[in-house]
Nanobody, 120 residues
Framework: QVQLVESGGGLVQPGGSLRLSCAAS????????MGWYRQASGKEREFVAT???????GYADSVTGRFTISRDNAKNTVYLQMNSLKPEDTAVYFC??????????????WGKGTLVTVSS
């Protein structure tokens, strides 16, 4: 089993920045990709970003150029740097982990989520 714990959510003004963190523990050797999904109120959960153990990244079109995913394998932690935030980025952000090279291929573990609110 793998446990994922997110941190870093909060309230930010439009145009602002926020950094999310997700620390993994447990059977971490089973993990290849780590990433982020988000779910806005009344909407389905959607993919945001992924990073493999080797550092290969991928992003949703809606966040490309604004969000950056990174990973510290020594700390078993993945980060999501979010810049130029928009009100439509408001959502609960979930950390995800997969044994595959990309989280979109199948999520094996989920975090509990952290709320990001973009509002003036």
């Amino acid at each position: 089993q793998v446990q994922l714990v997110e941190s870093g959510g909060g309230l930010v003004q439009p145009g602002g920045s926020l950094r999310l963190s997700c620390a993994a523990s447990g059977s971490i050797l089973s993990i290849n990709a780590m990433g982020w999904y988000r779910q806005a109120s009344g909407k389905e959960r959607e993919f945001v970003a992924t990073v493999s153990r080797s550092g290969m990244t991928g992003y949703a079109d809606s966040v490309t150029g604004r969000f950056t995913i990174s990973r510290d394998n020594a700390k078993n932690t993945v980060y999501l740097q979010m810049n130029s935030l928009k009100p439509e980025d408001t959502a609960v952000y979930f950390c995800a982990a997969s044994g595959s090279a990309r989280v979109q291929y199948g999520v094996d573990y989920w975090g509990k989520g952290t709320l990001v609110t973009v509002s003036s």
